[in-house]
């Protein structure tokens, strides 16, 4: 069998990818502001049509102080937000006297075969300036053979004037196609503006 080397390294005279192929090109499937909102749920749009999601996060603040920003995931369109999960969880941290620096795996934060929410951001305060940004990849959701992945990393700003880096992943143990997310805090409602793109 012959081997053929390619020798030219310019892509300049393809002008268009086979539809098959990933770009990882981000198209904006919804938007969703809340404002004193009990919850953000996500209940259309996530089908078979992209092989992942992101969920964006930005300047999430909630109403009451020390509470836990986080999701869950459905399997009937939104009447139950009970998927059993199993996940990882760590943080690094910095305070803006640069005392407190950590970098740890946090064992209250994860989940082993659990249906309860996913803690995403820890012990936000309620304060003007106490927000919270980042995003959730959940990866093949549609799939009916395996299970279903995902992947977030936010910043927050903790009482204490303090950063904290949180990077959580898992995966939904289940084969049934997910097909609704919704967001929420531990207590209270919350504002802020939660974006939904399907990735290509």
Not at 16 to 39: C, E, K, M
Not at 70 to 94: C, E, H, M, P
Not at 173 to 197: C, H, L, P, R
């Amino acid at each position: 069998m012959a081997l053929t080397k390619i020798s030219n390294n310019s892509l300049s005279a393809i002008s268009s990818l086979p539809a098959s192929i990933p770009t990882g090109a981000l198209t904006l499937l919804s938007t969703q502001t809340a404002s004193s909102s009990a919850s953000i749920s996500f209940t259309s749009g996530i089908d078979s049509t992209y092989s992942s999601y992101i969920f964006k996060f930005i300047d999430i603040n909630p109403a009451t102080d020390d509470v836990i920003f986080g999701f869950n995931l459905s399997i009937d369109n939104g009447s139950n937000y009970n998927v059993t999960k199993t996940t990882t969880s760590f943080r690094a941290q910095n305070r803006e006297d640069d005392t407190g620096s950590q970098l740890a795996y946090r064992t209250a934060e994860d989940l082993a075969q659990s249906t309860s929410d996913q803690k995403l951001g820890q012990a936000l305060g309620n304060e003007n300036d106490e927000n919270l940004a980042g995003s959730l990849q959940l990866f093949n959701p549609s799939s009916t053979t395996f299970v279903k992945h995902f992947i977030s990393t936010i910043n927050e700003y903790q009482p204490a004037n303090r950063t904290n880096n949180q990077f959580i992943a898992g995966y939904a143990n289940t084969t049934s196609a997910i097909d609704a997310v919704q967001f929420k805090m531990s207590s209270g409602n919350f504002d802020g503006i939660i974006k939904m793109y399907g990735v290509s």
